[in-house]
Nanobody
Framework: QVRLVESGGGLVQPGGSLILSCAAS????????VGWYRQAPGKERELVAT???????SYADSVKGRFTTSTDNAKNMMYLQMNNLKPEDTAVYYC??????????????????WGQGTQVTVSS
């Protein structure tokens, strides 16, 4: 079984920065894809950033130029660097990863996993 645990959320003033971390644990063979989502109160979950199989990244227009996602495959860690934060960035942020894990012997599973979410509040 694979588990994703997020950290790094908190309260920050407008214009400030935060780094969200997402630690993957378990019998991980490979992290194939990464995604960061957010959900503000009363709104639908929104895709913020992705990392594709080849390492290519994409961002929602609302965060482009301010947010950067990265992955440390050796440590099974994923990061979302958020700069110049705005009040409208306030939301619960979730990481998700497409992971190939080893079940037993030569048996493998490819599956998407989600973190528990971390609150980011941007307010003065």
């Amino acid at each position: 079984q694979v588990r994703l645990v997020e950290s790094g959320g908190g309260l920050v003033q407008p214009g400030g920065s935060l780094i969200l971390s997402c630690a993957a644990s378990g019998s991980i063979v490979r992290i194939n894809t990464v995604g960061w989502y957010r959900q503000a109160p009363g709104k639908e979950r929104e895709l913020v950033a992705t990392v594709g199989r080849g390492g290519s990244t994409s961002y929602a227009d609302s965060v482009k130029g301010r947010f950067t996602t990265s992955t440390d495959n050796a440590k099974n860690m994923m990061y979302l660097q958020m700069n110049n934060l705005k009040p409208e960035d306030t939301a619960v942020y979730y990481c998700t990863a497409g992971v190939t894990s080893r079940d037993s012997g030569t048996s493998y599973t490819a599956k998407d996993y989600w973190g528990q979410g971390t609150q980011v509040t941007v307010s003065s």
